[in-house]
Nanobody
């Protein structure tokens, strides 16, 4: 079975930093698309950043450009999200997602596997 485990969330002051990690296991597809999504209370799940199977960042939300960086370790099926200059608007549950295809879809519904999420809370 495919399992995704996120870690690295927490509570920080505005302008602080956090680095999220996601490690996937049970993936048989060599170079899957992996991505980060987030969902704040009362809001829809939002795509934050995605990286295709070739290691290219194919999407970064405008709201996080210049502050967040997505990276991956392809050998370990690990995905990271380095978050700097955090704002209160970044407060959300952050989810890692995988699609067993090298290309990355736009919509969350097209990602087959999800982690349990890690909470990020930014206080101003």
């Amino acid at each position: 079975d495919v399992q995704l485990v996120e870690s690295g969330g927490g509570s920080v002051q505005a302008e602080g930093s956090l680095k999220l990690s996601c490690v996937a296991s049970g993936i048989t597809y060599r170079d899957p698309c992996m991505g980060w999504f987030r969902q704040a209370p009362g809001k829809e799940r939002e795509r934050v950043a995605t990286m295709d199977g070739y290691g290219r960042t194919v999407y970064m939300a405008d709201s996080v450009k210049g502050r967040f960086t997505i990276t991956r370790d392809k050998e370990r099926h690990a995905l990271y999200l380095e978050m700097n200059s955090l704002k209160s608007s970044d407060t959300a549950m952050y989810y890692c997602a995988v699609r067993l295809n090298s290309g990355c879809p736009v919509f969350a519904k097209d990602f087959a596997y999800w982690g349990q999420g890690t909470q990020v809370t930014v206080s101003s």
